[in-house]
C-alpha cells in the first residue's frame, strides 16, 4: 500500500501520522465549535479523563487492551494483503465460544476454565475468519465483501442464540447468566492487593499482559520468521510467492485464522475480564476501532501499541467528557475514529507532497 | 524541401533528477513514414508521450503543419490529428470493435446513431486501406494482429493524420509485420504521416524513409534511410562497436539432464499455448530458446519451474519424471529442492519483492534453508551474510543489504536474482530474458557469469527475445513459434536470417 | 390471497430504497470506485432531510436537501479516492463511520432529543399519491399494493428505467463502463477518467439521496440514529448479487425486500415441516446469498475490471 517516497525514513514513520492525527483531530475540533463547545477546554477534559487520574488511567488501559487484539487482527490480514473488515463478527463469534465453556464447564477451577475459554475465543474466532479466507483463496471471492457480510450473519446469529437459546431462564434482557467466578481473569487491582498495592477498582485485568506479549510474539512471528516472511511476500507480492515455491492459498487462508484469532482475544477481554456474562452488545464496535489502530499503527506492533493507547485513551476520555459534556456524546468519538481512519488510512498520502517539497527546500539550504 | 508534419525544437523533460529528454530537435515531412529508434530507455517513448499530451515537454516548442502548439492532454492529441497505436493496446477487453473505435469520439448523447455512423465509415476504411476487422467482434477475443488493426481503425477514424506506432511489432509474427508494412505504405500513399517507434533495424531499413537515431535521451543522428546501412545505425544506436561475441569455449557435453517430450498446455479457452514441445538438454551445455514474446516461451519456463502444470506431455529430470511428481509442497519449491534454478523473466513481478530488503530477497525461493533457521526464527544474522556474500561476488551496487530492492537498478536487481540462484548450486538452470532492461556493463557481467555456469558442467535453457544474445550464448538453439518448435539448430550454423524465418513459422 | 399483496405491498416499499442505493452503487462501482459508502451517504441524507424538511415544512426541500448530503458525502469519497488515490475501501469505511458519529452530534446538538431530530407534520412527508379513485383503491388489496405508495416509488420505478438505458445506450454510459474496464484505454481515447469517475461519484450521492430521503420523508417521519441499519451494504450485497448490471441488481433488491417481507409475516407461525424459522435465520438471507454467488457457486460475478485501483496516468 506504500509508495516510494522521497522523504526520509523517519518522516514516513513518525511526522506523517502524526500531522494526519492531527488533522483528523483538527476537523472533530471544528465541530466541537459548531455545536458550540470550546475544542480546546474538551481536550483538556479528555486527557484528564484519560490519564489524569489512577481510575481513568485503569480504563483508559482496559480498552486499550481490546483494541490491541483488534488493531493486531487487522495488521495480520493486512501483512498478507488482505483487509479484513470483520474482526466486529469474529469477535463476536469467539464470544460465544468463550460463553460456551464457561456456561458448560464454570464448576471447574479457574485454572482449567481460563485457558479452556482463551482457547476457544481463538478457535471461534479462527473458524469465523476461517470461511471468508477459504472462499478468497480458494474461490476468489473478495475477502472485503465476504467479511462485511460474515459480521451482519454474525450478528442475526448471535441475536437469535441470545435471545432464544443462551439468556438466562426468567430474564427479559437478552444476556447469558453471570459466569462462575473461577472463570474470570484476575482484575489488575486484585492481583495488586495481594502485592500489598493499592489501587482503584477497574476492569483493568490479566489480559493486559496478554496483549503485550501478543505484540510482542506479533513482531517476532511477522518479521522474524519463516511463516512471517512468507505471509509477507503474499501480501506484498503474491506472483514472487508463486515463483518462490510458497502454498499462497495455505497462507492466505492462515493468515485469517490467525487474524480472527487474535480479533477473538479481544472478547477474552471483555467478557472474562470485565462484564462476566455475554449480552448482545459487547463487540461495541471495537472490531472496527481495530481498523483505524491499524492503520494508524502502520500495522506494526509498536505503532499499534501506541495507537490503542491513544483510541483507549479517546474512549475513556470521551466518556468523562460526555459527563461534563452532554452535547459531546460518544458518537462524537465514533466521529473522531472515523475521521482517523479517513486520514491515516485513506488520505496517507496527504502531506507527502507538501512535506517533500519542504524536505527539498531545507536540504537546498 | 517537402511540407513539414511535425518539428521539435529543444524539446526538454526531467523526470526529478532523470533528464530523459534532452534538447531534442527533428522534423518529420508529410506524407513520410519517419523512423526513431535507439535502445529500452533512451527516451522514445518519453517523446512520443510528449507528442500524445501524456507529459508537457519542461521546455521547447512542437510544431504541427507549421504552427506551433501546445498539446495539454490526449484529447488535444486528437483534437489535433495525431493517432497513437500502443505497444500495450489501449483497448477495453470487454467492448465490441465499435464500440471500442466510437469510444471518446461520440456523436450525440445517445449511442445508436454513433454505432451506425461508425459502422459506415468502418465499411469506408476497409475498402482503402484493407482493414478487416469483425466490427460486433468482442476486443478480448480478437487475436493480437487484429487488435492491433482495431487500434489503427480507431485512430483513423478520429481523423489522424499523423500516426504514431509504439514498437508496433514486437509481439507480431514475421507475416502480421508484413501485412502491417503494407497498412503502412498505403497509409502514407494516401498522405497520412507515420512515426515509428522501434528497436529493430531491418525495419526501419524496410519501410521508412527517414531516421531519428536517439540515445540516452538524446537524438545522435538524423538521417535520409537510403543513405545509411544496418551497420551505421547500431553504431549511432548503440554508441560503439557491437560485439556480443563470448569466448567460447567448445561445449563439453554431460549426461541428459532434462528430457521434455510432447509438452501441451492448453488454456481455458482451449487455446493450444504449448502443442507438442520436445527437446533435450545436457550438462554442460545452453539451450537458448529464441522466438517473438508470446510464442509459448513463457508457459514453457513456467511448466519447466513448477509454477504451472502441463496438459500433457512428459518431463524427465536426471531421470525423475517432474509431471506426475507428488509432493506435499507447491511444485516450485519441490523443484528448486530437486537442484533447478530459476531466473524469471518478469524479473521485477516475479524475481523478486520490491518492497523488501536486498537481504530479505537474497533468500526468496530458498527460505526453507535450514541453514537461515535458528529454532522457530530465522537466523538474520546468517541471511545478512549470505546477501552480503552475493553483493561482493556480483558487484551489486549501491553495496548495501538493507536497501530495499526496488530502489536499485535493473541491472542490479538481476545481480541479486542472479547470485542467489547459482548459488543454490542448481544442475538445472532456467533463465528467462536475463539482460532485459540491463545496462551495458551488467549485461557483459551476466554473460560472463552464465558462460561460467555453463563451463562447470551445468544445464542451462535460456530464453531470451533478443537473437543477438541468444546466437552469443547458446551451443543449441531451439525456436518456437505458435507454441511449437519449428526449428532446432546448432548455435555455430545459425544466422539471424535463418532463425528469423524460423520464428515467423516461415519453414 | 390478501396476504399475498400485503407482501408485495411490504416488498415494494422495503426495495425502494435499496434499489435506488443499489443503482447509485452501480454508477460508483461501474466507474471503478469501490462504494462501500453507500450507507453513509444515505444516512447523511436522511439527517439532511429530516432536517430541511422540518425546518421548511416541504418533502420536497427535505428530498433536495437529501441529495445534496448525498452529493456531498460521494464528492468527499471522490477527492479521496480519485483525487488523492487513496484506498477505497478504507475511504468507504471511514465515511461511514464519520456520517454515523457526525448525525446524532448535530441532531443533539440542534433539537436536544437525544440524537433524533423531531417528528415531522404530514405536510412535510410523502404521502400515498392521490389517484383519482382513491377510495376504490385503498378498499383493495391488489390495488392498494400497486397504485397506493408514495410518488418516490413511483420516481425509483422511473430511476430504473433510466439509468439501465444511461448504461448501456448512452454516450455516457460507453464512458462509464470504459472508465471502469480500462481507464488507461479511456484516458488514451481522449476521455477524461476522473471527471467521468467524480461525475459517477455524484449521481451515486443524488441516488443515495433520494434513498435516504425516503427512508424519513415516507417512512419513519424523523431522523433516527443509524436508521439506515445496514442497508447501504444490503444495496452493495444486491448490486453484487445482480453482478453490477441494473434489471438484476434491481431483482435482487426485490428478492432481499421480499425475505424482509415474509419475515414479519412469518413471526411465530408454524411452517410444514419445518416448524417454526427463527427470524434471525430469515434475516440473514440475502448476506448468506451474497455470499454463495461470491464463491461462485451460483454463476460467476465478475467486477468491472478495474474496481478498485487508482487511475494513476502511465506512458
Known amino acids: 500500500m506504500s509508495q516510494p517516497s522521497n522523504l526520509p525514513r523517519w518522516a514516513t514513520l513518525w511526522l506523517m501520522p502524526v500531522l494526519n492525527l492531527f488533522a483528523a483531530l483538527l476537523v472533530s475540533g471544528l465541530v466541537i465549535t459548531l455545536i458550540g463547545e470550546d475544542p480546546v477546554e474538551c481536550l483538556q477534559l479528555m486527557i484528564n479523563g484519560a490519564f489524569g487520574y489512577p481510575e481513568g488511567i485503569g480504563y483508559t488501559l482496559f480498552y486499550t487492551t481490546s483494541f490491541i487484539f483488534t488493531g493486531l487482527a487487522v495488521a495480520a490480514a493486512f501483512h498478507a494483503g488482505l483487509f479484513n473488515i470483520g474482526g466486529e463478527g469474529q469477535m463476536y463469534l469467539a464470544g460465544l465460544g468463550v460463553t460456551l465453556v464457561c456456561l458448560g464447564l464454570d464448576f471447574l477451577p479457574g485454572w482449567v476454565v481460563i485457558p479452556l475459554a482463551l482457547l476457544a475465543s481463538m478457535v471461534f474466532g479462527a473458524a469465523w475468519a476461517f470461511i471468508p479466507g477459504y472462499l478468497q483463496a480458494k474461490r476468489g471471492s473478495h475477502i472485503v465483501v465476504t467479511t462485511i457480510m460474515f459480521n451482519f450473519i454474525a450478528s442475526a446469529l448471535m441475536t437469535w442464540l441470545l435471545v432464544d437459546k443462551l439468556i438466562m431462564p426468567g430474564s427479559q434482557t437478552p444476556a447469558t447468566r453471570l459466569f462462575a467466578e473461577s472463570a474470570w481473569i484476575p482484575m489488575l487491582h486484585e492481583l495488586a492487593a495481594n502485592l500489598g498495592v493499592e489501587l482503584p477498582q477497574t476492569p483493568l485485568n490479566a489480559t493486559f499482559f496478554l496483549a503485550l506479549l501478543a505484540l510482542v510474539l506479533f513482531y517476532l512471528m511477522v518479521w522474524r520468521s519463516h511463516w512471517g516472511y512468507t505471509l509477507r511476500t503474499v501480501g506484498l507480492n503474491e506472483k514472487a510467492a508463486r515463483y518462490a515455491g510458497m502454498p499462497v492459498s495455505k497462507v492466505i487462508i492462515v493468515a485469517m485464522c490467525f487474524s480472527g484469532a487474535l480479533a477473538g482475544l479481544a472478547a477474552v477481554n471483555e467478557l472474562l475480564g470485565s462484564t462476566h456474562r455475554m449480552n448482545l452488545a459487547f463487540t461495541n464496535g471495537i472490531g472496527f476501532v481495530g481498523i483505524a489502530v491499524a492503520l494508524m499503527g502502520r500495522n506494526h506492533p509498536f505503532g499499534i501499541l501506541l495507537s490503542a493507547l491513544l483510541f483507549g485513551a479517546l474512549t475513556q476520555g470521551g466518556l468523562d467528557l460526555s459527563f461534563e459534556k452532554p452535547a459531546i456524546t460518544h458518537e462524537m468519538i465514533i466521529l473522531t475514529q472515523g475521521l482517523i481512519i479517513l486520514f491515516c488510512g485513506a488520505l496517507e498520502n496527504l502531506f507527502q507532497t507538501p512535506l517533500a517539497l519542504a524536505f527539498k527546500q531545507m536540504t537546498k539550504r | ?507 | 390471497m390478501d396476504s399475498f399483496f400485503s407482501v408485495l405491498d411490504a416488498t415494494i416499499r422495503v426495495a425502494t430504497p435499496l434499489v435506488l442505493a443499489a443503482l447509485a452503487g452501480l454508477f460508483s462501482e461501474r466507474s471503478g470506485i469501490v462504494d462501500l459508502a453507500l450507507e453513509g451517504k444515505m444516512l447523511a441524507a436522511a439527517f439532511a432531510a429530516a432536517c430541511v424538511a422540518y425546518m421548511m415544512q416541504s418533502p420536497w426541500a427535505g428530498l433536495a436537501a437529501g441529495m445534496v448530503a448525498g452529493v456531498m458525502v460521494a464528492l468527499l469519497h471522490g477527492i479521496v479516492s480519485i483525487g488523492y488515490n487513496g484506498n477505497q475501501l478504507i475511504s468507504g469505511v471511514a465515511l461511514n463511520m464519520m456520517v454515523s458519529g457526525l448525525t446524532p452530534v448535530l441532531a443533539l446538538a440542534w433539537y436536544q432529543q437525544g440524537g433524533r431530530t423531531p417528528t415531522l407534520d404530514d405536510a412535510a412527508r410523502f404521502r400515498s399519491v392521490e389517484l383519482p379513485f382513491a377510495d376504490a383503491i385503498a378498499a383493495s388489496a391488489p390495488l392498494k399494493a400497486l397504485f397506493g405508495h408514495n410518488i418516490l416509488v413511483y420516481l425509483a420505478v422511473l430511476v430504473i428505467v433510466v439509468v439501465s438505458w444511461v448504461v448501456y445506450k448512452s454516450r455516457f454510459g460507453l464512458r462509464l463502463r470504459a472508465v471502469g474496464e480500462n481507464p488507461h484505454a479511456a484516458d488514451a481515447a481522449g476521455i477524461n477518467v476522473k471527471l467521468v469517475r467524480y461525475l459517477a461519484q455524484s449521481i451515486s450521492g443524488a441516488l443515495c439521496g433520494v434513498a435516504g430521503a425516503y427512508l424519513v420523508l415516507a417512512q419513519t417521519g424523523a431522523f433516527i440514529q443509524d436508521m439506515t441499519a445496514g442497508k447501504g451494504y444490503l444495496a452493495l450485497a444486491a448490486l453484487i448479487f445482480g453482478k453490477w448490471r441494473p434489471w438484476a441488481a434491481v431483482s435482487g433488491c426485490l428478492l432481499f425486500a421480499f425475505t424482509d417481507a415474509i419475515q414479519i409475516r412469518l413471526q411465530g407461525s408454524e411452517l410444514p415441516l419445518i416448524g417454526s424459522i427463527p427470524d434471525a435465520f430469515i434475516q440473514a438471507i440475502p448476506y448468506v446469498l451474497t455470499v454463495v454467488l461470491l464463491a461462485g457457486f451460483m454463476g460467476r460475478a465478475v467486477a468491472p475490471k478495474a474496481i478498485g485501483v487508482p487511475f494513476v496516468k502511465s506512458r
Open chain 2, 1 to 507: 524541401m517537402a511540407e513539414l508534419a511535425i518539428e521539435l525544437t529543444g524539446v526538454n523533460k526531467y523526470f526529478g533528477e532523470v533528464h530523459a529528454n534532452k534538447n531534442i530537435s527533428f522534423a518529420v515531412a508529410k506524407g513520410s513514414i519517419h523512423g526513431i529508434i535507439g535502445e529500452n530507455g533512451a527516451g522514445k517513448s518519453t517523446l512520443m508521450s510528449i507528442l500524445y499530451g501524456y507529459y508537457q515537454a519542461d521546455s521547447g516548442s512542437i510544431r504541427l503543419n507549421g504552427q506551433e502548439v501546445r498539446i495539454r492532454n490526449s484529447h488535444d492529441a486528437i483534437a489535433r490529428g495525431i493517432g497513437m497505436v500502443h505497444q500495450h493496446f489501449m483497448l477495453v477487453d470487454t467492448f465490441t470493435v465499435l464500440e471500442n473505435i466510437v469510444l471518446g469520439a461520440e456523436q450525440g448523447v445517445a449511442l445508436k446513431q454513433s454505432l451506425q455512423a461508425a459502422r459506415d465509415h468502418l465499411a469506408a476504411l476497409n475498402r482503402d486501406y484493407g482493414l478487416q476487422v469483425d466490427p460486433d467482434a468482442i476486443v478480448g477475443e480478437l487475436g493480437v494482429g487484429e487488435q492491433q488493426r482495431v487500434e489503427i481503425l480507431k485512430a483513423l477514424y478520429r481523423g489522424a493524420d499523423v500516426l504514431i506506432l509504439d514498437e508496433p511489432t514486437a509481439v507480431l509474427t514475421p507475416q502480421e509485420a508484413d501485412d502491417l508494412f503494407r497498412i503502412l505504405r498505403l497509409l502514407k500513399a494516401q498522405g497520412k504521416t507515420v512515426l515509428l517507434i522501434t528497436h529493430k533495424l531491418r525495419e526501419v531499413l524496410d519501410i521508412t524513409d527517414a531516421v531519428t537515431v536517439m540515445r540516452a535521451g538524446e537524438i545522435v543522428g538524423n538521417v535520409v534511410t537510403a543513405d545509411v546501412g544496418k551497420e551505421d545505425l547500431a553504431d549511432l544506436m548503440v554508441g560503439r562497436k557491437v560485439n556480443l561475441q563470448l569466448d567460447k569455449a567448445p561445449a563439453r557435453l554431460g549426461k541428459t539432464v532434462l528430457q521434455v517430450s510432447n509438452l501441451s498446455l492448453t488454456d481455458a479457452r482451449g487455446v493450444k499455448l504449448l502443442d507438442d514441445v520436445s527437446f533435450e538438454l545436457h550438462a554442460g551445455e545452453i539451450v537458448g530458446i529464441a522466438g517473438v514474446s508470446g510464442n509459448g516461451q513463457s508457459e514453457l519456463l513456467e511448466i519447466l519451474s513448477g509454477m504451472r502444470e502441463a496438459s500433457a506431455g512428459s518431463v524427465r529430470y536426471n531421470g525423475t519424471e517432474l509431471t506426475t511428481l507428488q509432493t506435499r509442497e507447491p511444485k516450485a519449491a519441490a523443484y528448486r529442492r530437486l537442484g533447478i534454478a530459476h531466473v524469471p523473466e518478469d524479473r521485477s513481478r516475479e524475481g523478486l519483492v520490491k518492497d523488501f530488503s536486498t537481504f530479505e530477497n537474497a533468500i526468496l525461493g530458498y527460505h526453507d534453508d535450514p541453514a537461515i533457521q535458528r529454532g522457530l526464527l530465522f537466523n538474520r544474522k546468517a541471511i545478512i551474510e549470505r546477501c552480503r556474500r552475493f553483493i561482493s561476488e556480483f558487484d551489486v551496487r549501491p553495496a548495501n543489504a538493507f536497501r530495499r530492492s526496488g530502489l536499485f537498478s535493473g541491472g542490479n536487481q538481476q545481480k541479486v536474482i542472479l547470485a542467489r540462484e547459482i548459488d543454490s548450486d542448481p544442475q538445472l538452470m532456467l533463465i528467462g530474458q536475463p539482460t532485459r532492461g540491463v545496462d551495458i556493463g551488467a549485461i557483459e557481467f551476466i554473460h560472463k557469469r552464465l558462460m561460467a555456469l555453463r563451463n562447470a558442467g551445468k544445464a542451462l535453457l535460456l530464453v531470451s527475445v533478443e537473437l543477438d544474445e541468444i546466437l552469443a550464448l547458446s551451443d543449441r538453439i531451439i525456436v518456437m513459434n505458435a507454441g511449437r518448435v519449428s526449428g532446432e539448430l546448432p548455435a555455430a550454423q545459425a544466422t539471424a536470417t535463418e532463425l528469423g524465418l524460423l520464428m515467423g513459422g516461415h519453414k
